[in-house]
């Protein structure tokens, strides 16, 4: 199925909820009043999709160069570029380490620690406009986020509008439920002995 057919689809998904408001066959080049509606919001309710839901098809890891261009705000000694595509920074280096210092403003990742040899490995959200990327899922999810967003553009109806909250809701907690079981725990071994000598001694304080 191709990407386009599989964007109709999505569309009409969410029309599907709306009522009987008939279909859509062509957000690209409009002509139906609807289709001008679902053109205006659907890369809107997408990237808000998958920052919300983060899918796993959506994960990504990539080196960026430090950006000399750039000077870095007070307090950070390093800017580097956020790359176009990257919807939401997840974090720096390997998820273990959970050692993410650093500060996204604009378009820059500021930290102070040093890249320079090998780049910033940063973990992110990717920009997906391949429609046959999409999990069922993650279709499934969107098509409501566009029925919420065109809600009261199509139908005025505020009733309606509540119903499709509350749905999306629900939709939001099966997306992450299902794309969590795909990705192993983080375990992070602490020992008992470190543990008792901090609550033998209240003035030591666990910094991780």
């Not at 859509?24 to 002509?31: A, C, G, L, N, R």
């Not at 320079?116 to 986020?145: H, M, N, Q």
């Not at 009733?159 to 509350?166: G, M, P």
Request: proline fraction near 4%; include cysteine.
């Amino acid at each position: 199925m191709s990407v386009v057919s599989v964007k109709i689809d999505i569309c009409n998904l969410a029309l599907s909820k709306l009522g009987n408001y008939g279909s859509v066959e062509d957000i690209d080049t409009p002509q139906k009043p609807t289709e001008k509606i679902f053109r205006k919001w659907y890369d809107v309710a997408r990237e808000k999709a998958l920052k919300e839901l983060m899918p796993n098809f959506a994960l990504s890891r990539r080196l960026i160069a430090q950006d000399t261009t750039a000077t870095p705000p007070f307090g950070y000694d390093y800017a580097y570029k956020k790359p176009e595509d990257c919807l939401k920074v997840l974090g720096i280096g390997e998820i273990e380490t959970k050692k993410n210092l650093y500060s996204v403003e604009g378009r820059s990742i500021v930290t102070n620690e040093d890249y320079t040899d090998d780049g910033l490995p940063i973990r992110f959200i990717k920009d997906i406009t391949d429609t046959t990327k999409f999990s069922a899922e993650f279709v499934s999810a969107l098509a409501l986020y566009l029925a919420k967003q065109t809600c009261m553009e199509i139908t005025q109806d505020e009733v309606k509008y509540k119903q499709l909250y509350a749905e999306l809701l629900t939709e939001k907690a099966n997306v992450a439920a299902l794309s969590g079981q795909e990705n192993r725990p983080i375990r992070i071994n602490r020992s008992k002995f470190a543990q008792s000598r901090s609550t033998a001694h209240p003035t030591n304080y666990d910094k991780e």
